[in-house]
């Protein structure tokens, strides 16, 4: 006889492990089934995404920093140099942890972790296959969050060794003397960045005219600005046609975008980085009847799918393929199965680049608005005039608030920075209340401190910045 629960959700990356998690505290009786062959929990995210790429991206920042900035600091420590075994190492180390962690969440709040594959045999029946064996559970509802997989280019083989995903290029055991990155998306950048840092030529190849293409443009110019002169190559509108391997090195052949005369690159390792696609093969989502449309995202109407019972969150639903905003989908969907009013707004989902310096944004960009007739304001500070970021010689970048024309509710916020990351919750907070950009200028910030950009940024909506 089947086990039963009254919720099983398939996939414990950030959307499934924190739906279960909500799950526990509204009573739920909750299993979650994870396939990762090495049993933990966590997801693309912990172990191969967000987690391990922040490690080696902070580590790698230290590195530079060490060569290049402390003699000027007045800190006089002597020839540097890389031990990557041990960069690696503690890489490792944080996603244990933290994968740890997230075992210990699931006993905290009751939810029973089943390891293997999981299969939707019929609406409310999930079979799970293991070590040769399977064994079927029943649920009164059932989450799909397994989360999405590397998109791949035709003609290129991936070998995870010289020609990598995002996920060997966390493991490559020398640095390359040239890495080509394919795709100026956000894992694009970043990892090229760690490797730059660590001694690599990186050269970035980008379809379309710019980097970062969902971000403001002005953003993105200025960003392409700032790691072009960190050693950064760009070669944008082109489109990698095809690779040879030799037994030593890559040759990589980028032609335009638009067609003509190709060229030829030659690389010690390849990252293909062009985005990601849901992760649905194997659950058997055809043979019930499950809709999709024709990308493999799951259609949704509040999480709920096609087929009663079933709901689907994360990445494999529309909406920005990010952890927080599978997260934020896990709770909310939890809650409406509870019988609770679970929403995500997704205009206040912000969306973050962890490189050197950061980027963030939240909301719409000038070319939203332009597209949609909006009529906005504009408020810019840059971080040149920034005290805090003067004194710690970090002055690139700046913050940029956009407003209602007639309302001056808060509409989007770009900020290019040390610290955007954090410095963009304010903004998307704001935006998450309906507040306007003079909710933000009357409101103290302490000084110094690189905060004090957004309050100037959203003075300046109304023309009124004090520092600048």
Not at 66 to 91: C, E, H, N, P, R
Not at 264 to 280: F, K
Not at 323 to 331: C, P
Not at 445 to 455: F, I, Q
Request: hydrophobic share 45%; glycine share 12%.
């Amino acid at each position: 006889m089947s086990q039963s629960y009254d919720l099983i959700i398939i996939g414990a990356g950030p959307g499934g492990y924190n739906a279960a998690i909500r799950a526990g505290q509204l009573g739920l009786k909750t299993a979650i089934i994870e396939k990762r062959e090495t049993k933990k929990l966590g997801g693309t995210c912990l172990n191969v995404g967000c987690i391990p790429s922040k490690a080696l991206l902070h580590a790698s920042e230290l590195y530079e920093a060490a060569q290049t900035q402390f003699a000027s600091l007045g800190i006089k420590t002597g020839a540097v140099s890389l031990d990557l075994k041990a960069m690696l190492k503690q890489k490792d180390d944080a996603v244990d942890g933290l994968t740890k962690g997230v075992e210990f969440l699931m006993k905290k709040n009751k939810a029973e972790v089943i390891y293997g594959a999981g299969e939707i045999i019929a609406p409310g029946k999930v079979r799970v296959a293991a070590s040769g064996k399977t064994a079927d559970y029943e649920a009164k509802n059932i989450i799909i969050a397994t989360g999405s997989d590397v998109t791949p280019l035709k003609g290129v083989d991936i070998d995870e060794k010289r020609i990598v995903s995002s996920t060997g290029a966390l493991e490559f055991e020398t640095v390359p003397k040239h890495l080509v990155v394919i795709g100026g998306g956000v894992i694009g950048l970043e990892l090229g960045s760690v490797w730059r840092r660590l001694g690599a030529q990186v050269t970035v190849v980008e379809f379309l005219d710019r980097i970062l293409p969902t971000m403001d443009g002005e953003v993105s110019k200025q960003f392409q600005r700032l790691l072009a002169k960190q050693g950064m190559a760009f070669k944008l509108s082109s489109k990698v046609t095809g690779m040879e391997k030799p037994k030593a090195g890559l040759k990589v052949s980028v032609e335009p975008a638009a067609g003509g005369a190709a060229e030829m690159i030659e690389a010690d390792a390849v990252l293909v980085a062009i985005g990601r696609r849901p992760h649905t093969a194997g659950l058997g989502l055809e043979r019930i009847g499950v809709r999709m449309d024709a990308r493999g995202f799951i259609e949704t109407d509040h999480f709920k799918t096609s087929v009663p019972g079933l709901w689907a969150i994360g990445d494999v639903i529309h909406g920005p393929m990010l952890a927080h905003k599978a997260e934020d989908d896990g709770v909310a969907c939890v809650e409406l199965i509870a019988g609770k009013a679970g929403h995500v707004n997704y205009d206040a989902v912000p969306n973050v680049v962890y490189t050197s310096p950061e980027v963030a944004s939240v909301g719409k960009t000038e070319e939203d608005l332009k597209k949609a007739g909006i009529a906005y304001k504009t408020g810019k500070f840059p971080f040149l005039a920034n005290s805090r970021a003067k004194t710690n010689h970090e002055t690139d970048g700046f913050v940029k608030i956009l407003a209602d024309a007639k309302t001056d509710r808060v509409l989007g916020g770009h900020i290019v920075g040390v610290g955007a990351g954090e410095l963009i919750a304010e903004i998307v907070s704001v935006i998450e209340f309906g507040g306007a950009s003079e909710d933000i200028a009357r409101t103290s910030h302490a000084h110094p401190t690189r905060s004090e950009a957004v309050r100037q940024a959203a003075m300046a909506v109304e023309g009124w910045a004090m520092q600048a």
